[in-house]
């Protein structure tokens, strides 16, 4: 019922900086929160952000000041501004978007994952 496609993602060096960008697809009441996870190799995959269609956001402390997440609810898109990148920022970012709490019925899951885009960032 929803598709997310990711983009933006690329190779930079240390200090720069990259826009991400994630379009969904399907059915709008499925699309709630919208946000970020990442996975280094070997690791687990970890919380980078979210936004909720309001504009309420959360971030990870580790990107907190250097990382902006936004929205644009008429075409279900996420975005995530990027500075100051460092090697530790280097992984596979996923977007994620969930449906409210009260449209879960309406839903055939409790969270959609897209593909995953690649940042690489070089010291």
């Known amino acids: 019922q929803v598709q997310l496609v990711e983009s933006g993602g690329g190779s930079v060096q240390a200090g720069g900086s990259l826009r991400l960008s994630c379009a969904a697809s399907?059915?709008?009441?499925?699309?709630?929160?919208m946000g970020w996870y990442r996975q280094a190799p070997g690791k687990e995959r970890e919380f980078v952000s979210t936004?909720?269609?309001?504009?309420?956001?959360s971030y990870a402390d580790s990107v907190k000041g250097r990382f902006t997440i936004s929205r644009d609810n008429a075409k279900n898109t996420v975005y995530l501004q990027m500075n100051s990148l460092t090697p530790e920022d280097t992984g596979l970012y996923y977007c994620?978007?969930?449906?409210?709490?009260?449209?879960?019925?309406?839903?055939?899951?409790?969270?959609?994952w897209g593909q995953g885009t690649q940042v690489t960032v070089s010291s």
């Open positions: 399907g059915s709008t009441f499925c699309i709630y929160e």
């Open positions: 936004i909720a269609r309001d504009g309420s956001t």
């Open positions: 994620k978007t969930t449906p409210h709490p009260r449209a879960l019925i309406a839903c055939d899951a409790s969270a959609y």
